[in-house]
């Protein structure tokens, strides 16, 4: 297994855990995760997605967790967050943003799609939780 490998499968865990618990990172721990990840990394995507899904859910139990005035104090304070979000809304209109637990797992995994996942091969179709 590399690092790579690694990342992966931590990356999973993260995802799993949080369909497990029906939880999304809370506006604090984005506001101290994200400005110390560099730009590429899968849990800035991670939390990105989270981001868009919580902003676009209507769902009572998320509305709380992330209301839309801690959102707007988060893009304030973190203005790479505040660009990106933009970006990834833009090119996202018109289509419904997916609960990022919901998803493949593949979408925050740093091999490249033509290759076999390293999960599929060890896990297929386990949950690691």
Not at 40 to 51: G, K, N, T, V
Request: hydrophobic share 35%.
């Amino acid at each position: 297994m590399c690092l790579f490998d690694l990342m992966d499968e931590a990356m999973d865990v993260f995802q799993e855990a949080d369909k497990y618990t029906k939880k999304y990172y809370e506006v604090e721990d984005v506001a101290i995760l994200y400005p110390r990840l560099c730009p590429d990394p899968a849990l800035r995507r991670y939390l990105l997605d989270s981001l868009l899904f919580c902003f676009t859910e209507k769902e009572e139990r998320v509305e709380k967790m992330w209301s839309i005035t801690s959102i707007d104090e988060l893009l304030q304070a973190e203005g790479d967050l505040a660009v990106d979000f933009l970006k990834a809304l833009r090119s996202r209109y018109g289509t419904k943003i997916a609960d990022p637990t919901n998803t493949d797992t593949c979408i925050y995994h740093r091999h490249k799609k033509t290759k076999r996942c390293l999960r599929s091969v060890i896990l297929p179709g386990k949950s690691i939780i």
